[in-house]
């Protein structure tokens, strides 16, 4: 529906198809308007079941059941067995994952164990999805990008990470040659930029070594390949990096948080600075697009530690960095300890349905970061985000041969909310495409 179809096309596909059941999909961020379109729905198809997956009903389990009375199932974590078996007609005691109604109460059997060879889940082909109509989430964002998920879990235990609660911590992972078959498929349909969604792509180096040995050996040219979920600098050396740039992966986004070490272990990342530099210079030398990611809002964490990340942020010529509020989830150790000391300023009801709407302003509070201090160091950071931004598109005119002095002001041009307007439009003119394309890879 995020492709332009109303919910009168909804209804219309349904009364169509006339389903057993309705399966969806449920990030946090809109629920309400999820619950919203299940309503509608329901009040039209009242004989048809609905069940709901994702990490929503995952991080809040029973409480999606009852504050959507509409909803017939959650389903938990993974889903793919789960779904088969409700859909087969199994005991409904008996599905592991499930959550359910039982003579008007909400039931939920329990976490079942995780899939561990993911090799045996067939990778998504698409078949029916209108591609041509998708946004395309990783850098060049107007040129068509497959995403692939080769990974699941992370066993990181991060104070502000809802992973484990919404995915699991126990990791997981596809084989190399798995991969690989993904890869060739789409290859061989025309496309040849990829993006790994995975929260810890490199977690297992000499599994990304491998499959970057086969792609060498599979004689596939031209890919461009991606990491811009975050990937850990401490999960990649010189050695790997090398190998990556070599299979044609191009862009990196290294998930730092922070410029301070204290900071670094108050989230607990189980990382440090020296590790996070080291991971920043190899990637930039070897001539990667390097992005960088921080987080605003640690317990503890003074105006003096933001500029830590500031300075880190300006320290080396990266492609792109991004500042973030910190949006507390559920379960997560952060989350309880803002609701123990009463730091909350928005509430939590709000801010999770509307994460979007909330993230130039702070949802909570700390003694060391006032709200007031932290608006303006986050007027700041939004200042600096522009400024690296800028010098990055202004490195690429200097590339296709504009004089330094005239790349600053195309740059500047270039990001201006008219000219994205233009070019966010659908692009038919392949000389034209190709042209704007240089400035992204």
Not at 142 to 158: A, E, K, L, T
């Amino acid at each position: 529906m995020a492709l332009g179809y109303g919910p009168k096309d909804l209804f219309e596909e349904i009364g169509i198809y006339s389903p057993d059941i309705i399966g969806i999909t449920m990030m946090t961020f809109n629920y309400r308007n999820h619950y919203k379109l299940i309503n509608e729905i329901k009040s039209r198809f009242k004989n048809i079941a609905i069940a709901v997956g994702g990490a929503h009903v995952s991080l809040m389990r029973e409480k999606v059941l009852a504050d959507c009375p509409d909803i017939d199932y959650g389903v938990v974590l993974e889903g793919e067995k789960t779904m088969l078996e409700l859909c087969q007609g199994n005991d409904l005691s008996k599905i592991g994952g499930l959550i359910y109604r039982k003579n008007s109460k909400i039931v939920f059997n329990g976490e079942r164990s995780f899939i561990e060879n993911l090799d045996d889940i067939p990778y998504p082909k698409y078949g029916s999805f209108e591609l041509d109509k998708y946004p395309y989430p990783n850098s060049p964002e107007r040129f068509r990008d497959i995403p692939i998920v080769s990974s699941r879990g992370c066993p990181y235990q991060c104070i502000f990470c809802p992973v484990k609660s919404a995915i699991g911590e126990k990791f997981r992972y596809r084989s190399p040659e798995n991969m690989l078959k993904e890869l060739g498929y789409w290859y061989e349909k025309g496309y040849r930029t990829f993006w790994f969604a995975d929260d810890n792509f490199t977690l297992l180096k000499e599994r990304v070594s491998k499959f970057c040995d086969l792609i060498d050996k599979s004689g596939m040219k031209d890919l461009s390949l991606g990491c811009g979920n975050g990937i850990r600098a401490d999960r990649v050396d010189i050695e790997l990096l090398k190998k990556m740039k070599n299979a044609g992966f191009k862009v990196l986004a290294f998930g730092v948080e922070s410029g301070s070490d204290r900071i670094l272990k108050i989230y607990k990342k189980s990382e440090t600075l020296l590790q996070i530099e080291t991971g920043i210079k190899n990637a930039i030398e070897l001539g990667f697009s390097v992005g960088l990611c921080f987080l605003i809002g640690a317990p503890g964490e003074t105006p003096q530690d933001v500029e830590k990340s500031f300075e880190l942020a300006r320290r080396y010529p990266i492609d792109g960095v991004r500042f973030y509020h910190i949006t507390p989830y559920p379960k997560t150790e952060l989350y309880e300890w803002i609701e123990k000391n009463s730091y909350f300023v928005a509430e939590p009801a709000e801010y999770l349905n509307s994460v979007i709407s909330f993230q130039n302003n702070p949802v909570y509070k700390t003694p060391e970061l006032p709200l007031n201090v932290r608006k303006k160091l986050f007027k700041k950071a939004k200042k600096i985000e522009n400024y690296i931004e800028n010098n990055f598109y202004a490195r690429k005119f200097i590339k296709l041969g504009t004089p330094k002095l005239i790349a600053g002001v195309l740059a500047s041009l270039y990001r201006t909310s008219i000219i994205n307007r233009i070019l966010n439009l659908q692009i038919r003119g392949k000389k034209l495409r190709e042209h704007i394309k240089k400035l992204y890879i």
